[in-house]
């Protein structure tokens, strides 16, 4: 089924990177993400849902302090921080400290901060 298309919608992400094979796999393995080849040569992404695309960019700084923080959906959010652990990311804020939400924040390997949210029971 295609994204769903209307006013308002978040659709399109650009992450800064300096090795965007390094973001590729990362974010592959971390949340599923699926990768492609645009026409134009760039790497791009689609979530794991397929509502939102975006591209992988050079030449930024990373995004390292909270300004806008996006949120990644998660099934399960201590899974999640194992496997941006294990995957080259660090837990730049722990679980809990949102309470009574089910949040934690991670710096992906080029040091980008976004948040995890697991949606309660």
């Known amino acids: 089924m295609p994204p769903k298309i209307?006013?308002?919608?978040i659709c399109y992400l650009e992450i800064p990177t300096n090795d965007i094979p390094r973001s590729v796999r990362f974010y592959?393995?971390?949340?599923?993400?699926?990768?492609r080849k645009r026409g134009d040569g760039?790497?791009?992404?689609?979530?794991?849902?397929?509502?939102v695309s975006g591209a992988w960019v050079n030449g930024r700084p990373p995004s390292t302090s909270v300004g806008l923080l996006?949120?990644?959906m998660v099934d399960d959010i201590r899974?999640?921080?194992g496997s941006v652990e294990k995957n080259g990311g660090r837990i730049v804020q722990q679980l809990g400290a949102d309470a009574p939400e089910k949040t934690a924040r991670f710096a992906d390997p080029?040091?980008?901060?976004?948040?995890l949210y697991e949606e309660p029971d």
């Open 79 to 81: 899974e999640a921080i």
């Open 42 to 51: 760039a790497t791009a992404f689609d979530d794991g849902v397929g509502e």
């Open 110 to 115: 080029d040091g980008n901060v976004l948040g």
């Open 6 to 9: 209307g006013n308002g919608k």
């Open 70 to 72: 996006l949120y990644v």
């Open 28 to 35: 592959e393995k971390v949340f599923g993400w699926k990768t």
